[in-house]
């Protein structure tokens, strides 16, 4: 019964706020920035409060905004009704020092692994309002709890507007960061049996010598019940036994890699039974390919004579054919040019796309090299199966 009554989340906040701090080379200045911000799932957490955002620039009428949707699956929609005004405020310009906007009443809540978009817009008039950034790197900050993605920016005056302060092209411009910071406060799980292997290695060998203990009728622990050891646990931070996010993650980088590993060799294993049973009919069709050859050659002979009368109105039937794919590449042609009106910009109406992979470098080139060593053994067994269906059809 009393397991009934264990928390699994913290009930406060931290009150020391975290700050999420971006590079400021002041590469532009426009009407607004559209940038994702997801969650990481490394550390044990229920979920993050972003409580503000700051930024500079002549600033304005200020409104922020935040997708509607709890999966965004890659892409941000960029029309109205997919998104939530949180923010409405007019300030002063402030272009050397960041102007924090206040989000408490309405703060931006993220569960681990999920992403979310952020929109700040002015409506002033002029092209001073916000300050951003060209895309430097693939990841505009990357720390132990979130990550602030590459967006897009906003040179139109009104909110999510279409057409650009010039009256022509796009309105929305790929490939720029945001450039301020975020002010947040994280929310930790609290240890629960079923939540054991969301902690570090350090917590879970104190909590399974905790239990070692118990069991053993010399220790003071062993006049305890279980339940209270796990109120004990359930009181402890994550990091009490200096688990650190760096070594957590380093823990959840070496998972995966051996969730890859595992998913290689079930491969490999497929492969091989496919192969085994490839060779088996293949030794079982040679003796009845060798009775239907005579059959066969005599066949061939008879669809020679039809080659040329073939032939001929195949050729008039590929002039045709290729005319067509010529207007069809001269349509493409006439649509891209629609979409995409010059420079970098694209469509006011095309949806924002994103990476939010939380691998890093080493990581990546790691599972580069085993994914091409794996796509090598594939395309050898077929290059072999290819070479023995042609020595046997000749």
Known sequence: ??????ATKANYIIHDHIQAETTDREDHTFCGIMFPVKCKDILPLDHLVINSVAIRGALGPLTVW????????????????????????????????YEELDLSAKP????PGQVKGIYIHSTRRGDEAIVYDNKAKQKTVDDSFITILPGRAHVSEKVFGSIPIWGWGSAWRDNREFVGQLKYGAVYKLWNPQEN???GGSFRTAARILFM???????????LPDDCLFFILNMMRWDWVNDTSVEMRSEQK????????????EADAIMDENNSHADANEVAGAE???DDDDAQVEGDEEDLDFMDEDSSDDSEDA??????DDDSDVDDEESSEEEYRWGDHVGSRSAFHFNADDSSDSEDSESDHERDEHARRIAIMRARRNILSFLRSH
């Open 1 to 6: 019964m009393a397991a009934l009554t264990r």
């Open 254 to 265: 070496q998972r995966r890699r051996l969730r890859r590993q595992q998913m290689i060799q």
């Open 108 to 111: 931006i809540r993220l569960k």
């Open 319 to 324: 002039d045709t054919s290729d005319s067509d």
């Open 213 to 223: 203990c118990q069991r053993r009728a010399e220790s003071p622990f062993s006049k």
């Open 197 to 199: 292997l969301s902690f």
């Open 288 to 290: 009845d390919d060798d």
């Open 66 to 97: 935040v997708t509607k949707s709890e999966d965004l699956n890659g892409e941000i929609q960029l029309s109205k009704k997919h998104w939530t005004k949180i923010y409405q405020k007019e300030h002063k310009p402030s272009f050397v020092g």
